[in-house]
């Protein structure tokens, strides 16, 4: 069964800072990886999409990362906002209808 | 354009009780899904529906029901609540399924099972 993990649980970081979300996934046989934003008490927003066959996808200050083989994808935000501060969660799909989820990083720009 | 609506936002029940929790899409989505999240978990999905009619089991679907009537709705029903289904519950469509593009959520529903 794949097994995603993201490190750090929480991370804050003065307003200005970039910074790097880290996520790993055990099964390198997959479709693609997303990253989504989840504000408190709120739904889930796609923020980024990999497809198994890119390596990189760019929206705004985002840049996400995928090395399919090591099992690994980073998060990149540059120039850190209070308004980024949300749990950011990693979600990989191995081909079935079924996307497995990491328990995200929890993160807090402070002004 | 509305999304993905849930139905109820919060919910409280007894052990034993029932209850159906309603999703709705105006994104003429043919994928519907539920998800729940708990504590430290990760989202784990519950039963997905690769189009009208059709309903199949996710990781985690003992205890839950699920029904697609209609192409834009998808509900999940809970027969006999128990404490260990206290969780927030997700619904999330997606117009091609098998994980090939994004998946767009509503805003959950939190449910707890005294």
């Known amino acids: 069964k794949q097994e995603v993990t993201q490190i750090p649980a929480a991370l804050s970081v003065p307003e200005g800072e970039n910074l790097v979300l880290n996520c790993s996934f055990t099964?390198?046989?997959?479709?693609?990886l997303q990253w989504f934003r989840q504000d408190p008490g709120k739904g889930l927003t796609s923020l980024l999409l990999i497809q198994s066959s890119q390596r990189e996808q760019t929206s705004g200050r985002l840049n996400a990362s995928l090395d399919k083989s090591s099992g690994r994808s980073t998060l990149y935000i540059a120039a850190s906002q209070p308004g980024d501060s949300a749990t950011y969660l990693c979600a990989v799909s191995s081909g079935a209808n079924n996307l497995f989820f990491g328990t995200g990083t929890r993160l807090t720009v402070i002004p | 354009n509305a999304g993905v609506t849930q139905t109820p936002k919060f919910r409280v029940l007894k052990t034993g009780q029932s209850m159906t929790l309603l999703c709705a899409q105006d994104?003429?989505?043919?994928?519907m899904y539920w998800y729940r999240q708990d504590p430290g978990m990760g989202l784990r999905l519950i039963h997905y529906?690769?189009?009208?009619?059709?309903?199949a089991k996710g990781e985690v679907p003992d205890g839950y029901n699920v029904s697609r009537l209609k192409k834009q709705n998808f509900l999940l029903g809970l027969e006999s609540a128990a404490p260990s289904q206290t969780s927030v519950y997700f619904c999330a469509s997606s117009l091609i399924g098998r994980g090939t593009d994004t998946q767009y959520f509503g805003p959950g529903t939190r449910l707890t099972v005294l």
């Open positions: 994104m003429n989505h043919e994928y």
């Open positions: 099964d390198s046989a997959i479709y693609n």
């Open positions: 529906s690769v189009g009208e009619g059709t309903t």
